[in-house]
Nanobody, 117 residues
Framework: VRLVESGGGLVQAGGSRRLSCSAFGSTFSINAMGWYRQAPGKQRELVASIRDGVANYADSVKGRFTISRDNAKDMMYLEMNNLKPDDTAVYYC?????????????WGQGTQVTVSS
């Protein structure tokens, strides 16, 4: 499975941005997917995840971010609204792949989101 993120960039505080994640390969075995982020000097953290259509969010983004998945297009999205400088980070797409008793995590290369104050 290969994951490719897009949509990052520079945005002003209070603005919006939509990230996309394209999945290629054995996508039929992908279970959950999620968005993580890593700010400079900080650990990578879970932003949002979606499994069987049920979404979960980090407290810091609840009410501002929306995760969605289009299985027909092998795409996942993260709609980010009311962005804050603290949202500045590299955002990574993650996929949980399970097949015949094997489980693997796949990651994209990341896309930078910078929120200016």
């Amino acid at each position: 499975v290969r994951l490719v993120e897009s949509g990052g960039g520079l945005v002003q505080a209070g603005g919006s941005r939509r990230l996309s994640c394209s999945a290629f390969g054995s996508t039929f075995s992908i279970n959950a997917m999620g968005w993580y982020r890593q700010a400079p000097g900080k650990q990578r953290e879970l932003v949002a995840s979606i499994r069987d259509g049920v979404a979960n969010y980090a407290d810091s983004v609840k009410g501002r971010f929306t995760i969605s998945r289009d299985n027909a297009k092998d795409m996942m999205y993260l709609e980010m609204n009311n962005l804050k400088p603290d949202d500045t980070a590299v955002y990574y797409c993650n996929a949980e792949w399970v097949f015949s008793g094997l489980r693997r995590d796949y990651w994209g290369q990341g896309t930078q989101v910078t929120v200016s104050s």
